[in-house]
DNA sequence: GTCTATACGAGGATAGAC
DNA sequence: GTCTATCCTCGTATAGAC
């Protein structure tokens, strides 16, 4: 289980190691399949960020599709991990809010490339590769909760649906951009341990605050 | 300057009209690279999408890049139309922050694909096709309104900078990712009407609440 | 399991007639 | 200006040796 996240995902690799292969392509093809999607992704360029021969995609995987699959597979899992586990229908809305919204930021700070495969997937192919549509399930949760806090006039009058998007964008809308967009101030990486907890603040005071009675 | 946003881009095309035909693989063209970006783009269905011939992209364009060049372009100058009139420096933190928030939603909810235009090419090309990165300067005027809020204690103590991309995502994650994952309510459309105004309204109030003192 | 070499199709771009 | 037909590169996928 464990994930190298080095940009030149490389290795020993000195003998043959049939599940170490197939994590190294994995982990390649996760970072190719975040920036390009699906179609635009190249199966060379992944085959040259790994150290094995391009047709050991195939071999592993069958093929381009299947590779995909895979990384999508492997973002669904970890997002349920996350969420699953918690318990948010027995605290308060705002407690349970807080909860959610560490859990989901937890998750994807330490899978950064999430959002963004997550939303390639949601452009480029419209979902037809997750099988339960992750965020669906997701966004059901939020939409829970954000229900009861407004029925028990907690929280001010909103729309639970359009707020949900709207929070889910405060929390993801960073790794989308960010990552890339590298105007940064005076050199600080996004995806520092320090500005990552620093978002996580941020974006957790900023929707509760959203939510908030003025 | 008038513009068709109906699905299939046609038009009479009785005779040769050259500026229209350009208008027509133009906005095609808008269609294709919001959905796929830049390589995953294929000229074909470009193509396919007006009642024009292949050629002809090549003809008014020179190559597949100089037409995304002109959509970003008009992408770009929709933008800058919309914020670069407004006064933001003499009213109040507040209303500025409203005044800057209902111009940006305006627009895009005028031109829905181009969030999206704008994340690809950020995500895919890293912006490199962006002359002078618009979404760079918006962002700098947004954080000049956060800064001086928070400097006359106007807005609650938060960072302008990690702010001013979460206010972002609370405004344009909902063309991101709606106009695609369609588990939408009881077959409301997202950029009906209706549901664009819903948006902004939800997303401006959640902003300033969010920013407010507690 | 892993590699090298290659077949083959998709898609960007051009030529040239009208 | 617009079309049809065609070229040729690039990239997926496979064959077959080791």
Redesign the interface.
Known sequence: MAETKSEKVKQTKSVRDAEATKAIILAAAEEEF???????ARTEAIAAKTQVAKSMIYYYFKDKEGLYRAVLERSHAHLLQAIQPLDLETASPEVALEQFLRALLDCVSRNPKLP?IM??E???N??KYYKN?T??SI?TVLIAILERGVKTEIF?P??P???A??????????F????????F?QGKRPLSKAMLS??LE??I???L????K?
């Open positions: 975040a920036q390009h999607g699906l179609t635009a963004t939303f390639l949601a452009v480029q419209q979902g549509s965020s669906a966004d001010r909103l729309d649906f359009q707020s998007i709207n929070i889910m964008g405060t929390c993801l809308f960073y989308i951009g960010t990552g890339n967009i590298q105007q101030p620093q978002h941020e974006a005071a900023f929707s605050a959203g939510v908030q003025i």
